[in-house]
């Protein structure tokens, strides 16, 4: 809550929280004290499946998040964890600003976390390895899924009779630009109301009857809340958003540089402007300045 002065008499300004922010994702999901909610998250995305519920999940990766590790990723926002029977391993990450890798690092981020699981002991099978479940939240539609799918599952199989072959790993996409024109959203679906949750333009009265309906997502309210009302985390919070925003400003500044490089090279080769306004969609003006 921030405090402004005008005319004589105090006003409040009320800050709100972005939920779809690492940090903030990190802090009402992926924290000790939070495991009823990456529970009822987790249950969420795999009940829209048919999964089996997972049951006391348990974090592994509880790193303190401080200024100096709250700029870059280096893994440290992602959240990882496991059943508590050993039978799943959970990686669940969010990525805000387009890119064109996403499914290779989900892919990638599978194989070390199978190459990490401790060797099987003498006379287990290979059977009690985990099964390693990647769950990526997307602010941005993937150009490689469905275009109407908003929840993609990728599992591997077999290539001409589609029957389950490797039942070792699952990949879950989450698009939420695509939920957000998601027509038939339902209140009693656990996954939607995980999304409806989580979307920025959730309104006040629309997230209350979330909180009171789903046990799990009150639970991760209460920590978002305390994020609100502690200074400290506050402002981890906006150095988190300030680096988001840095992130994006360089990519666009960095695709500018390409597209006039590009442009610039079609110029020397003697292209009309016409054409390279076309393909750059750089007008007349800013090709005849380069």
């Not at 990490?116 to 059977?127: D, I, M």
């Not at 003697?270 to 800013?286: M, R, V």
Request: charged share 35%; with cysteine; hydrophobic share 35%.
């Amino acid at each position: 809550m921030k405090t402004c002065k005008g005319r004589g008499k105090m006003r409040t300004k009320t800050i709100k929280l972005k939920l779809l922010n690492d940090f903030v994702i990190k802090k009402i999901i992926g924290t000790k004290g939070q495991e009823k909610a990456l529970e009822g998250f987790i249950n969420a995305v795999l009940a829209d499946n048919g999964k089996e519920p997972i049951k006391d999940p348990v974090i592994l990766n509880d790193v303190a998040l401080t200024k100096e590790n709250i700029n870059g990723k280096l893994g440290i926002l992602d959240i990882l964890a496991k059943s508590m029977d050993d039978k799943y391993l959970i990686n669940i990450e969010i990525q805000l600003q387009e890119t064109d890798d996403m499914i290779n690092r989900s892919g990638f981020y599978h194989s070390k976390l199978r190459s990490g699981v401790e060797a099987l002991k003498a006379g287990e099978s290979y059977r009690q390895l985990p099964k390693v479940v990647a769950i990526n939240l997307l602010d941005y539609e993937d150009k490689r899924l469905h275009p109407e799918e908003y929840h993609t599952r990728i599992i591997n199989v077999d290539a001409k009779h589609h029957e389950l072959v490797f039942d070792f790993s699952e990949h879950h996409f989450l698009e939420l630009p695509k939920f957000r024109r998601f027509k038939d959203k339902d209140m009693d679906n656990p996954l939607h109301r995980w999304l409806m949750y989580l979307d920025p333009n959730c309104s006040e009265a629309r997230k209350e009857e979330l909180v009171n309906m789903d046990p799990s997502i009150r639970v991760a309210e209460q920590a978002a809340q305390k994020i609100m009302a502690t200074p400290e985390e506050l402002e981890l919070y906006r150095l988190r958003e300030k680096y988001e925003r840095d992130q994006a400003s360089s990519a666009i500044y960095l695709e500018e540089k390409a597209i006039k490089k590009v442009a610039r090279s079609f110029k020397e080769d003697g292209i009309s402007y016409e054409i390279i306004a076309k393909n750059t969609g750089l007008s007349i003006e800013e090709i005849e300045k380069l």
